[in-house]
């Protein structure tokens, strides 16, 4: 029987063979995704559902080649990111491409860094308005349309201006880039969304007890101050809504320091209840104030004399708007508008009534103090906003940032309201008494003022990403318990209509990718050299024979019998 010559060096050399050819596969892995350009943070478009419906981008994970909107006519967009600066958005296109369901691997929006945290720019006011005006109307096609591919947004900078105007000027060469030419491929390995589940609004209020008279055992009335103070945008970790609602979270705020002064003297503690109300779930439906009301037993919120709700006070020159539900030839509505109006007379401000009846049966609610008028308790939401707000419009969006609200007029209408309230509280209606004048040791603070926006214009707060125990909530209620008693949190499940997604942030990978050609032309130089380097060292180590031995057909493993 014929024994095989040297089995161990078989083995040998088919342990080598099979190291070259992993070897081959590691290097041909490599040689696509070959130069790192970038790798830039990115914020993905909202995914919720709402009656069962879907909206916002669908997905979130990303292999696409870019593409800018110098692409070639015809060209097939199917497996291409398109990258677009907000500069030189044309919302024509993109709301075509959206609402005719044209095939796209995603879209990339870069927005200017006046609506990022940290830097406000240096842009002009007119052109800081076109930008966001357009930002505003891009953000409400986006949120209410049903993406099937990834949408994120990102923050121009030095990198990504870069790779943007190399892939232009492939584009205009009529060279876009694909499997076979080249270019940039963006990259998010991010896994597939899932629900939010169970997601929490958490609402805080603080009390600041009147004073009663000697013998009295009837109840003080009460005057609730409220405001809502999540958001909602289009990417949830930039929703930081700096006006809508960060000026009436700081103002209400403000306003519960400086009668915390009043009442903790005795000598000038009202013959009022004060109740200060922070409540989430404000852009879906008020449904954090829905449910703090319905906590209340029937006898609070009976004492409830009115509520006074604040809501985008931080940008307006020189007009507010008072809106109600109930007529203006109400008694109680005549009353309150004219507290306000004297007050804002002698401010030289200008104050309008606007009165919008609700319907009981419709469940959307576009103001908060609609939901203290559905239980039939007087309220009134003071606001810049001349009209109501649709669903998801107006709740701090992504072009709601620091640049465009004024703390000088957070300053005055913090004034305007203290004072109509004072004088409701102490008896001076009509009459040119300043509590709070300027000056003084009641004068409004511009810099806590200053201090607590600053901080809401770089906290995102969209209520089903924020925990119950979430930094910032908690600082807020530290903050209302410096100035008020009794204060307490009530946790709730936002209930309703809505579900979200989460997967809301990435990091964005910018490959800068060679054409096939190249990528072959690589492969065989490579696979040239493996080969002649595996000959040579065969040949020298085991000689020619064990080389030509590798090529030979194997003999057969049958043995022959006589």
Not at 495 to 508: I, K
Request: charge should be neutral; proline fraction near 5%; glycine fraction near 6%.
């Amino acid at each position: 029987m014929a024994l095989s010559k040297n089995p161990g060096g078989h083995r040998g050399m088919q342990e080598s063979m099979y190291s070259v050819i992993a070897l081959v596969f590691i290097l041909v892995a490599c040689v696509e995704l070959c130069d790192a350009a970038a790798a830039i943070d990115v914020y993905r478009l909202i995914q919720y559902d709402m009656s069962g419906s879907a909206y916002g981008s669908r997905f979130a994970a990303l292999n696409h080649h870019a593409a800018s909107l110098h692409f070639p006519p015809g060209a097939d967009l199917s497996r291409a990111v398109l990258i677009i600066p907000l500069r030189e958005l044309n919302i024509t296109f993109v709301r075509e491409y959206i609402n005719q369901k044209k095939p796209l691997g995603g879209l990339l929006f870069l927005l200017p860094d006046i609506f990022s945290f940290e830097n406000g720019g240096n842009k002009q006011v007119h052109e800081k308005e076109q930008l966001k005006n357009l930002l505003a109307e891009l953000e409400q096609l986006l949120i209410h349309a049903n993406i099937p591919y990834p949408v994120y947004f990102a923050f121009e900078n030095d990198e990504i201006d870069t790779v943007l105007a190399d892939i232009k000027k492939n584009d205009a060469i009529g060279q876009p880039a694909t499997a076979t030419t080249g270019g940039y491929k963006l990259v998010i390995p991010t896994p597939e969304p899932k629900k939010v589940a169970s997601p929490t609004i958490t609402n805080i209020q603080g009390w600041l007890s009147g004073l009663k008279a000697d013998g009295d055992t009837n109840q003080l009335p009460t005057i609730a101050i409220v405001a809502s103070y999540d958001t909602f945008g289009a990417a949830p970790p930039l929703s930081v809504g700096s006006d809508s609602n960060g000026s009436g979270v700081v103002a209400l705020l403000e306003i519960a320091r400086l009668f915390s002064l009043l009442y903790s003297n005795p000598k000038t503690r009202g013959r009022y209840n004060l109740l200060f109300g922070l409540t989430s779930g404000g852009p879906y439906n008020y449904n954090g104030t829905q449910k703090w009301l319905r906590s209340f037993d029937q006898r609070l919120r009976e004492s409830i004399d009115y509520a006074i709700c604040l809501n985008s006070i931080g940008s307006w020159d020189n007009e507010l708007w008072i809106h109600v539900s109930k007529p203006p030839e109400n008694a109680y509505i005549k009353q309150i508008f004219e507290g306000f109006s004297n007050v804002a007379e002698e401010m030289d401000i200008k104050v309008g009534l606007k009165h919008k009846k609700i319907n009981i049966s419709n469940p959307r609610v576009a103001w908060e103090h609609e939901q203290f008028s559905r239980l039939r308790v007087t309220a009134a939401t003071l606001s810049e906003i001349s009209t109501a707000p649709e669903l998801l419009q107006g709740t701090g969006g992504l072009y709601d940032s620091r640049q465009f609200v004024n703390e000088t007029a957070i300053t005055r209408g913090v004034k305007l309201v203290a004072e109509s309230l004072a004088r409701h509280i102490y008896g001076h209606q009509g009459k040119n008494v300043q509590i709070f004048a300027d000056g003084g040791s009641l004068a409004v603070n511009p810099a806590y003022i200053q201090s607590w926006l600053d901080l809401l214009s770089q906290t995102p707060r969209v209520a089903p990403f924020l925990s119950k125990n979430d930094p910032f909530v908690m600082a807020l209620k530290k903050e209302l318990a410096d100035h008020t008693d009794e204060v307490n949190m009530q946790h709730e499940v936002l209930e309703g209509v809505f579900t979200f997604y989460d997967s809301t942030s990435a990091r964005l990978n910018i490959y800068q990718v060679a054409s096939v050609t190249f990528d072959l032309l690589l492969l065989l130089v490579l696979g040239s050299y493996l080969i002649v380097l595996f000959s040579f060292l065969v040949i020298t180590t085991r000689g020619l024979d064990d080389l030509i031995s590798l090529f030979r057909r194997p003999p057969s493993r049958k043995v022959k019998t006589a």
